[in-house]
């Protein structure tokens, strides 16, 4: 600690991508390491919460009974070791940030989550996985170290080999284990900007986890869009879109000249909420039907951010759900069980009566020693469930039981109203977890609305009010 003042914090509304819940945060916005360190020494609030872009959909990133850190100065490319392609950087930097500088210079991000505009910190606490997992593991796959400050402010440096433990408690860990400062990320190499696409539509489920399985060694990215409104025999209808990077011969002749540069899209925004009532189960069955029609069986050559990040093109395209927000549910469930379980979701989905805009399956591969690391060996599913009240909660509980009972899995990065009780259950490692938790901070300095909500951290260990 300097002697300075701690940094001044805002009072204000804060949510998720998901716009449910929205909680009113002291959000602190710290300009450098030394303010940082103030603020964990003297900030008033009994509890901090790391925030980066604040692209979780729930309250992983919120905190309404102590503060928020947001991170977002701490954005800077420190070195790049060109003959190993590592990329060191500031954990505030975004995935755009790093995508639109190395794509030029013929290196992608290794493993990338359906949106670019994500913190590397974020990132690797939510230990993020993308099409490819299935072929490259998560983000803690391509981190070979990062620096934490943790709630005594001292700076620990973390990697598989040094301070293990830490490593594998904060990939995945929430931000609960400190603040990641910076990290050293390995790049991959591409030969273009581009993605050779084989878009193929799928008339059933057993159809799809079939093509699914064969795709899997000759595609790097592979996802499946489905069509949630489909039942009976055309349950899990779809559309599999796989992908590898492009080479150069691959090209259209007049992109072979210029094969790295990064084509993006301009990007109109959301300008205000859309009513709630666009939500209607009619819109939803209409938004089904065009994205089936408008996707065709087909292979193609494109621009690498249009495969990755379609849902980038709009800014604030969550605004489409309306004012009560959207929750979005990702699970995954054991490749053993893979098509029952799916079916049975699907089916829980539709007999609920609440729909999901936007539905995708991929196969996970194995998970990693990441103590609350999301992935394992499976299918995972995800749900887009515009927030129309109460049923909404309740139908997501019985989607857990379900998750439950096939012994899988929800993901924290997207969860808003899981219960401790199901949680505590589908992650096995959660002693462990809280054991380097607590040796790290035994104050219970770090937490958040979602932690205290899931008792990822001990009971009453910070409470509201003043410390
Ligand atoms: C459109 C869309 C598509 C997505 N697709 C995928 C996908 O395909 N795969 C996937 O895995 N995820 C996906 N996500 C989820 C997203 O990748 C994660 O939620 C990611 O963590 C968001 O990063 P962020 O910087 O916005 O973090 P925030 O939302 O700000 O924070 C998320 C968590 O990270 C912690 N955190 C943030 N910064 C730090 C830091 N510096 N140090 C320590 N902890 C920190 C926070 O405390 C919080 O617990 C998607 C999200 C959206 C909106």
Not at 226 to 239: F, H, I, K, N
Not at 316 to 335: F, K
Not at 362 to 388: C, Q, V, W
Not at 448 to 455: E, N, V
Request: aromatic fraction near 8%; hydrophobic fraction near 40%; charge should be neutral.
């Amino acid at each position: 600690m300097t002697g300075e003042a701690a940094p001044k914090f805002v009072r204000r509304a804060v949510s998720g991508w998901g716009n449910y819940p929205v909680e009113v945060c002291d959000v602190y916005r710290p300009e450098n390491l030394d303010e940082l360190r103030g603020l964990l020494g003297s900030a008033p609030q009994p509890t901090l919460t790391p925030r980066g872009c604040g692209r979780s959909y729930g309250d992983a990133a919120l905190n309404v009974e102590g503060a928020i850190v947001q991170s977002d100065r701490f954005d800077r490319m420190m070195g790049f070791d060109a003959d190993r392609g590592i990329l060191r950087c500031q954990a505030a930097i975004t995935l755009a940030d790093i995508i639109e500088f190395f794509v030029p210079r013929g290196f992608f991000f290794p493993v990338t989550p359906g949106t670019k505009e994500v913190s590397i910190g974020g990132a690797i606490a939510s230990d993020v996985h993308g099409k490819n997992h299935h072929r490259s593991g998560s983000m803690s796959a391509w981190v070979t170290r990062f620096t934490l400050m943790s709630a005594g402010a001292d700076l620990i440096s973390c990697s598989r080999d040094e301070n293990a433990e830490i490593f594998w408690a904060t990939v995945g860990g929430m931000g609960l284990t400190g603040l990641i400062i910076d990290a050293d990320i390995q790049l991959r190499p591409i030969e273009t900007a581009f993605m050779a696409v084989d878009n193929e539509r799928i008339a059933n489920l057993d159809q799809l986890l079939e093509r699914m399985a064969e795709s899997e060694d000759a595609f790097d990215y592979s996802v499946a869009w489905v069509d949630s409104m489909a039942a009976g025999a055309s349950l899990g209808r779809s559309v599999l879109m796989r992908a590898n990077h492009a080479n150069r011969e691959e090209l259209p002749v007049g992109e072979r000249d210029r094969p790295l540069t990064f084509l993006q899209k301009k990007r109109p925004g959301l300008p205000f909420r859309l009513p709630n009532f666009t939500l209607s189960p009619t819109a939803l069955r209409a938004a089904n039907a065009v994205f089936y029609a408008t996707h065709p069986t087909r292979k193609s050559i494109g621009p690498c951010d249009a495969f990755f990040y379609p849902l980038d093109s709009v800014r604030n395209w969550n605004r489409g759900y309306g004012s009560r927000g959207v929750l979005q549910y990702q699970c995954v469930i054991p490749e053993s069980c893979a098509r029952a379980g799916t079916i049975a979701l699907l089916e829980a989905l539709t007999s609920s009566g609440v729909g999901s805009f936007l539905t995708v399956l991929k196969t996970l591969g194995p998970g990693n020693e990441g103590l609350l690391s999301f992935p394992m060996r499976g299918h995972t599913l995800a749900l887009d469930i515009p927030n129309t009240g109460p049923e909404v909660i309740e139908a997501l509980r019985r989607l857990d039981e379900i998750v439950l009972g096939f012994g899988g899995r929800v993901y924290l990065a997207k969860d808003a109203c899981m219960t401790a009780a199901t949680f505590e259950q589908m992650y096995p490692r959660l002693p462990d977890f809280k054991r380097i938790k607590r040796r790290l901070d035994p104050e219970g300095r770090f937490s958040s609305s979602q932690a205290r909500r899931l008792g990822l951290v001990d009971g009453a260990e910070r409470g509201g009010g003043p410390r």
